[in-house]
């Protein structure tokens, strides 16, 4: 079993930034990727960012590239630094593990946490 708990979500005016983490606990064996998904009212969850195991691969959806950035300090500890944010960054964001290699598909990805509100204002 594994545990996965975000944190960090909150209001923030658009143009600003904030920082999104993630914990996992629990059987590490079964952690390989991680990545962040995220769910706005009305919308599918899409994907935003993952990470390989060893933080040496990374892969961004295209409406986020270039503002944030994942790292990860650990097999369990992964961030989502998110800058110069939109309006339309606003969603529930999800943190994700899994033992993929490295994957944008939610599908993919075996435990989950609960999510976090991140609110942007105009």
């Known amino acids: 079993q594994v545990h996965v708990v975000e944190s960090g979500g909150r209001l923030v005016q658009a143009g600003g930034s904030l920082r999104l983490s993630c914990a996992a606990s629990?059987?590490?064996?079964?952690?390989?990727?991680m990545g962040w998904f995220r769910q706005a009212p009305g919308k599918k969850r899409e994907f935003v960012a993952a990470i390989s195991r060893n933080g040496g691969s990374m892969e961004y959806a295209d409406s986020v590239k270039g503002r944030f950035t994942i790292s990860r300090d650990n097999v369990v500890t992964v961030y989502l630094q998110m800058n110069e944010v939109k309006p339309e960054d606003t969603a529930v964001y999800f943190c994700a593990a899994g033992g993929v290699l490295l994957s944008t598909r939610d599908f993919e990805y075996d435990y989950w946490g609960q999510g976090t509100q991140v609110t942007v204002s105009s």
């Open positions: 629990g059987r590490i064996a079964s952690i390989y990727a």
